[in-house]
């Protein structure tokens, strides 16, 4: 998944091939029924020899080229390679049709021989890679939802921000051309502002655009699906776009963003697998693809071809609406041309339009052209992208709608191939901010693209004010990113200097990858520690949340943390212990999770060993996920008082599972519960209660057994409080008692259906903490099997100052 190459089904090729195939057969099968005896010889002889060499370059012969992601070869560095690989295709190949002539006979049998064992290990190659690599149900879904072109030319009468994304337009590129073309630059993006000293989040554009829109790499060591899913839940962009107050349209390719964010892109298209625009033509680049792979290094230069060509061939599912958006910079500009842009759409608009920018190979010129690769450079595609965007400013201009637009102009991540040496790691970013005119400025503030997320969400609402609230101190990270067969390796950068020194950067060490040492598993019992000095064994459990390891601990960096623990079959409860050695800014709440059911929650002041018994239910197909929410996480650089800019909270030392006969009392682990005052607790399983109902309560509204208890937190009151409860009863009436922190302020008998009223005293309370004990002596299991002791049939509870009225 994440392929812009291999979006296609089998079925998508089968036919192309299959007549393929049968013409090639009744064409050789034809000549070699006509050729004479010697000329049949020859021609099986180099059939045979061929078919070998095939599969030898494709499996043992050396046959690294990179990557066939645009960027022209350079043939002249494989001058050995030429040499030799030629020799061998020629000495085998004349070595076969030699010995056909000298001993047909013996020369034969070697051939069947040697047309069985390819037959064998070709299918035994298919086999193993169709069992290895089994199509999931996960990954057949995702193939039914990609991103269209529908609404890519609206924007909205109101106020909008757009966001174009120039790939691999590297910021001394964006520099050269303002050196080369002064004018031009700085009349077309008049109001822009160019941060020369940004950091970029990851390379490449796998890692990259996924980086830009949430601000986090796939360091959990899990797929790449599952890392786009996590990813984009908690992104501040996402978070902002759930909300459903704009019009949202993500243009890039469908496997670099979560595509389950229905709520939140509305250019997703369901209902049917991508189909190609032409089978024969996707077949042709396929073959082209494949002949690279396995032909002579000598004619490998013919079959050259930049892989995304695959992707040119995708189509819609049958909808005409429903066409997938396929990076093509002049398609782009003659629509704009032709038929422009509309200001149609009454909501916010947010666009993000990802197009070929800077990258190779360097089809456009600069008066937005298309030229043969070996005639283009990347200076004439930089600016002829640079043009696009203009005419699209002009367009907003037209319409009256720039003054109301931010405009972000990016690159997903540098161009090593401009810049040397490089990283990739300083990036193109411009930004024009809604409502500002000013002449085109360069600065050299210091930008991170780990806070692009958050400066987009900004966006969506105001204005986002860069260089008051968004420049970074201290260290910045950049993570590249490579990719083999199924897998992936991250190697992540750090740097103290300017962006554009790559000398400043330098290995952290880290480097993230779903290898064995990764592995989740874990043996219960056994102590886990995070201090570098203990070989940090907590890490391959770290998911998310994680600062860099220090010696004895390490600190969370988000407000939220999580671990995944592989456990395997689990009956028992379980005890967590968890020790911490540092507590930031002296005070931190903290919320437990165990499979997103809350089974803890603390204040703390210092360092601290904790304990929480685990139910055993919690434990989902081997699996114990444990999240850990720290809302009162510090950040010295947003509160003035350091350069450090992690969110700090909790300083981990050690965290331990074991299996455990204890009960789990939700009563004892949960002890944070705010509460507002006139806020409904709303009962039932589409309620509220579950934040503040700690034990004795179903979600079926039934009291559960003849206690519950409500427990609620950070209660501000200066007089005394009303509690109003509505229910029912079971079985007609019920004996009911209500102490508040342990002192009895009810007790009365309650009948049938009825809303009941009692007076809190304001002394009652207990540093703003409130535990309402609910006790129900005559509760009692009904006759149809449940072995619940039912009472009351709970509908809401309402707490409010005393002296207020009921509504």
């Known amino acids: 998944m994440g392929s812009e190459e291999f979006w296609f089904s089998f079925n998508e090729i089968l036919l192309p091939f299959a007549v393929l195939i049968v013409a090639s057969l009744i064409i050789i099968l034809g000549l070699l029924m006509v050729l004479p005896t010697k000329g049949y010889h020859v021609v099986m002889a180099i059939i045979i020899a061929v078919s070998a060499l095939l599969l030898l370059q494709a499996l043992f012969l050396p046959n690294d080229y990179g990557s066939l992601n645009g960027e022209v070869i350079d043939w002249s560095q494989y001058s050995g390679r030429l040499v030799y690989n030629t020799a061998i295709w020629i000495v085998v190949i004349v070595g076969a049709v030699f010995w056909a002539f000298r001993n047909w006979q013996s020369f034969r049998k070697v051939m069947q021989f040697t047309a069985v064992i390819l037959l064998v ?27 269209t072109t529908e609404d890519l030319y609206t924007v909205s009468s109101d106020r909008n921000t757009i966001v174009f994304i120039l790939d691999a337009f590297d910021s001394q590129l964006m520099c050269d051309l303002i050196e080369e073309h002064p004018e031009e630059i700085k009349s ?13 989040g990851a390379t490449r554009t796998k890692f990259a655009i996924p980086y830009i829109l949430t601000g986090k790499t796939n360091d959990n060591g899990g797929s ?47 209902g049917g697998q991508m189909k190609a625009v032409s089978q024969w033509g996707l077949c042709q680049s396929l073959m082209k693809m494949v002949l690279f792979k396995q032909a002579a290094h000598i004619l490998k230069p013919v079959f050259w071809m930049y892989s995304f060509e695959l992707a040119q061939w995708r189509g819609g599912n049958g909808n005409t609406e429903a066409v997938p958006y396929k990076l093509n910079d002049i398609q782009f500009y003659q ?126 609402k105001s204005v986002p004010n860069i260089e008051e609230k968004y420049q970074t101190e201290g260290t910045r990270y950049f993570y590249v990113g490579s990719t083999t067969n199924n897998g992936y390796t991250i190697t992540e950068y750090a740097s103290e200097g300017n962006a554009y020194d790559t000398d400043s950067y330098y290995l952290t060490g880290k480097v993230y990858s779903p290898a064995e040492e990764n592995s989740t598993d874990y043996k219960l019992g056994e102590e886990i520690l995070f201090g570098d000095r203990y070989g940090a064994p907590a890490q391959r459990y770290m998911i998310n949340g ?53 089974i803890g929650s603390f204040s703390t002041t210092k360092a601290d060993v904790r304990k929480f018994i685990i139910p055993g239910e919690c434990v989902k197909e081997g699996m ?53 005052l006139g806020q409904e607790i709303v009962f039932g399983k589409d309620g509220n209660m579950s934040d503040y109902a700690i034990g004795g309560i179903s979600e079926d509204h039934w009291t559960s057994g003849k206690k519950a208890w409500i427990q609620l937190e950070e209660v501000s009151a200066d007089t005394a409080l009303t509690l109003i409860m509505e229910y029912n009863t079971y ?51 009904p006759d149809n099997g449940d072995q619940r002791e039912l009472g009351l049939w709970m509908r809401r509870i309402v707490l409010r100052k005393a002296e207020e009225k009921k509504e």
Request: overall charge negative; glycine content about 6%.
């Open 624 to 676: 114990l996920n444990i999240r850990m929410d720290l809302p009162d996480c510090y950040n010295p650089v947003t509160h003035g008082t350091g350069v450090d800019n992690r969110n700090l909270g909790l300083g981990f030392y050690s965290i331990q599972i074991d299996s455990t006969d204890e009960v789990y009392e939700p009563e004892k682990q949960l002890t944070i519960h705010k509460y507002d």
């Open 335 to 460: 629509h704009l041309q032709t038929e422009g842009i509309s200001a149609e759409k009454k909501e916010p608009v947010f666009r993000f339009v990802h197009m070929m920018g800077a990258h190779g190979p360097y089809t456009m010129n600069e008066d937005i052209q298309k030229i043969p690769h070996e005639q283009g450079s990347i200076k004439q595609q930089g600016l002829g992208s640079l043009r696009i965007i203009a005419e699209y400013i002009k367009q907003l201009k037209m319409l009256d709608v720039y003054d109301r637009t931010n405009i972000f102009v990016l690159a997903d991540h540098g161009n090593r191939e401009y810049v040397h040496p490089s990283y990739e790691q300083n990036p193109l970013l411009m930004v024009r901010e809604a409502g500002k005119s000013k002449p085109f400025s360069i600065s050299e503030i210091r930008l991170s693209f780990q806070d692009l997320s958050a400066m987009l969400a900004e966006s969506l």
């Open 546 to 598: 994680f600062s860099y390891i220090d010696p004895d601990y390490v600190w969370s960096s988000e407000k939220e943390v999580e671990f995944g623990f592989k456990l395997g079959d689990i009956k028992d409860n379980l005890l967590l212990t968890i020790e911490y050695h540092a507590v930031m800014n002296g005070f931190q709440r903290c919320y437990l999770y165990a499979d997103d059911q809350m």
């Open 224 to 270: 790449y699906m599952n890392y786009l899913a996590e990813s984009f839940q908690k992104a501040p962009l996402f978070q902002e776009l759930r909300k459903g107050h704009y019009h949202s349209g993500i243009y890039t390719e469908y496997g670099y963003v979560d595509c389950s964010q229905t709520e939140a892109i509305d250019n997703l298209s369901s």
């Open 731 to 781: 079985k007609d009436q019920q004996h009911v008692i209500i102490c508040a922190n342990g002192e009895q302020i009810a007790d009365y008998t309650a009948v049938g259906s009825e809303q009941k009223e009692m007076v809190i005293p304001q002394a009652l309370l207990k540093n703003g903490s409130l535990t309402l004990e609910i006790n129900l002596p005559d509760a009692r299991k």
């Open 121 to 147: 290990l070709q299918t035994a190659i298919l086999v193993t890679a169709g069992i290895t690599h089994p199509e999931d149900h996960g990954e057949a879904a995702a193939k039914e939802v990609y991103l």
């Open 188 to 200: 077309s993006f008049e109001d822009f502002t160019f941060y020369h000293n940004t950091n970029g």
